[in-house]
């Protein structure tokens, strides 16, 4: 990949399940110079998703450092802005679940704030996934769609901030901004 193709900083991609997303949010990253800084936002509880990282951090190799962040993402995110590195969000969908599983709608949506406001001043290649979740039915519980209606909040307030946007759909990246 070259420079010409990197989108500005910074860069939110957004995309359905199995769409691409985090491949293409990798290659964004991958075309600065490593070291990488990979924060994952997942928790492992399980087998299968114990797995499914370890798949993600064998395709990623040895020039990205993973960092668990499963709630304080903005704190962290202000840690590494003194590092002066690229740093990859995988994903905010996943955070927004920590977040809203452990505490109040307003807790949640005052974490969303926060994230925007660095984003705002954020001075270092930082580009976040996060899943479109908007293209579904209408959850039938009251969590699923308070859970769907904080993602959807949060997803047009980070890309509000962020310089670029970029939408994935079977694999295919789709500029939105920037």
């Given at each position: 990949?070259?420079a010409h ?100 709608q307003e ?25 479109e979740v ?45």
């Amino acid at each position: 990949m070259n420079a010409h193709s990197l989108r500005p900083s910074p860069h939110l991609v957004l995309g359905g399940a199995r769409s691409g997303k985090s491949f293409y949010a990798e290659s964004q990253i991958a075309g600065f110079a490593s070291p990488y800084v990979y924060v994952a936002t997942a928790r492992v509880l399980d087998a299968e998703m114990s797995e499914r990282v370890g798949k993600h951090r064998e395709r990623r190799g040895p020039a990205w450092e993973t960092i668990e962040c499963p709630c304080d993402l903005t704190a962290t995110l202000k840690l590494l802005r003194e590092r002066n590195r690229p740093v990859l969000v995988d994903c905010l969908t996943l955070w927004l679940t920590n977040l809203i599983l452990g505490s109040s709608q307003e807790a949640s949506e005052q974490s969303i704030e926060e994230l925007c406001e660095f984003l705002r001043g954020a001075n270092y290649p930082l580009v976040l996934v996060a899943n479109e979740v908007g293209f579904g039915i209408v959850p039938d519980n009251p969590l699923a769609r308070r859970f769907r209606d904080l993602a959807g909040l949060a997803n047009q307030r980070v890309a509000a901030e962020c310089a670029a946007v970029t939408l994935v759909v079977a694999g295919i990246p789709l500029p939105l901004k920037g």
